[in-house]
T-cell receptor, first 112, second 113 residues
Framework: EDQVTQSPEALRLQEGESSSLNCSYTVSGLRGLFWYRQDPGKGPEFLFT???AGEEKEKERLKATLTKKESFLHITAPKPEDSATYLCAVQAQSGGYQKVTFGTGTKLQVIP | IAGITQAPTSQILAAGRRMTLRCTQDMRHNAMYWYRQDLGLGLRLIHY???????GKGEVPDGYSVSRANTDDFPLTLASAVPSQTSVYFC????????????FGQGTRLTVV
């Protein structure tokens, strides 16, 4: 069974204090790993897709990296507007394209 | 409208009643999905549609049905609501089956009492 575990569950940072969020996964053949951002009361917003170990993608203060067992979302010099819940999800090679398993998320709070 | 629109935004429903959650997208995406999100659990797929005219069961399909008569609309129906269906429901779409970049609606908060 595919599994996604995100840590920590919650993270509080001072503005400008860089950190990383972790997404550990177990999947029978990875087709893709996704990161989403979710603001309170809203639907998830797509950030990145990573396909193979060693791949990295960046967007503003966010950088996502991927190994064979985990992904990290690095946040450099965060701002209060980066406060949100960050979701990780994996898509397995088996089970059809629609089989995407989500983690429970890391709730990030950036204090001014 | 741009993106995905869900209706209603929230609803309180008596157990045993029938309810249809509406979802419309204007991006001409082929694939659409319904998820539920519960506290402490990740988003779970209820039903999906890879293209108009086809549907499939996701991880938690029991008690729900969907239809995909055209590209834009993907309604989710609860035939006889039960309290365990209290949740936040999200509709999503992606250009093709594969969900590599899914766009989500704003959600419907459903409470079954």
């Amino acid at each position: 069974e595919d599994q996604v575990t995100q840590s920590p569950e919650a993270l509080r940072l001072q503005e400008g204090e860089s950190s990383s969020l972790n997404c550990s996964y177990t999947v029978s053949g990875l087709r893709g790993l996704f990161w989403y951002r979710q603001d309170p009361g809203k639907g998830p917003e797509f950030l990145f897709t990573l396909y193979s170990a060693g791949e990295e993608k960046e967007k503003e203060r966010l950088k996502a990296t991927l190994t064979k067992k985990e992904s990290f979302l690095h946040i450099t010099a965060p701002k209060p507007e980066d406060s949100a819940t960050y979701l990780c999800a994996v898509q397995a090679q088996s089970g059809g394209y629609q089989k995407v398993t989500f983690g429970t998320g890391t709730k990030l709070q950036v204090i001014p | 409208i741009a993106g995905i629109t869900q209706a209603p935004t929230s609803q309180i429903l008596a157990a045993g009643r029938r309810m249809t959650l509406r979802c419309t997208q204007d991006m001409r995406h082929n694939a659409m999905y319904w998820y539920r999100q519960d506290l402490g659990l990740g988003l779970r797929l209820i039903h999906y549609s890879n293209t108009a005219g086809t549907t499939g069961k996701g991880e938690v399909p029991d008690g729900y049905s969907v239809s995909r008569a055209n590209t834009d609309d993907f309604p989710l129906t609860l035939a006889s609501a039960v309290p365990s269906q209290t949740s936040v429901y999200f509709c999503a779409s992606s250009p093709q089956a594969g969900n590599t970049e899914a766009f989500f609606g704003q959600g419907t908060r459903l409470t079954v009492v």
